[in-house]
């Protein structure tokens, strides 16, 4: 019972951390509804000394990204054609245009932008890799790793909403 009371008292961080992850209601309701049920399905592993809240919101975040990772193996097209213009796009596609599908084109050229101390990092980051695996494997302190993997984020957001405003 003891358990339950902890984590319905945090529902209302969990919520904002999803959101903060997902970028929609929505997503960020069954995100939350996901990880309050893998929690409970595995409350024999947590342990007492360990700050619950960051347990239970390190759970969400890697729901979160193998969630991101399943849709993108899902959307991974494999053309033989040399002709861009025989391309043929699912129809449940997120795009439906040229200029739509220029949004990854744009993410990728905005991080490939970034300076290799925040690239670096970051692109360990976005493949899964944890905090520390980056720290041991750049022989550099966890706190300037995080440090590198937040303003990298904060650049391209940056980068991302001057490339919008000028196209």
Known sequence: MQFQKKILSIQKNMYNFALMLTANRCDAEDLLQETTLRVLDNQEKYVDNINFKGWVLTIMRNIFINNYRKVLRSQVIIDQTEDISHLNLFPDSKFDSPEESLTIKEITFTINRLNDELKIPFSLFMAGYKYNEIS????????????????????????????????
């Open 136 to 167: 041991a494997k750049l022989e550099l302190p966890l706190g300037t790793i995080k440090s590198r993997i937040f303003f990298a984020r904060k650049e391209l957001q940056k980068n991302l909403k001057d490339m919008r405003y000028y196209n």
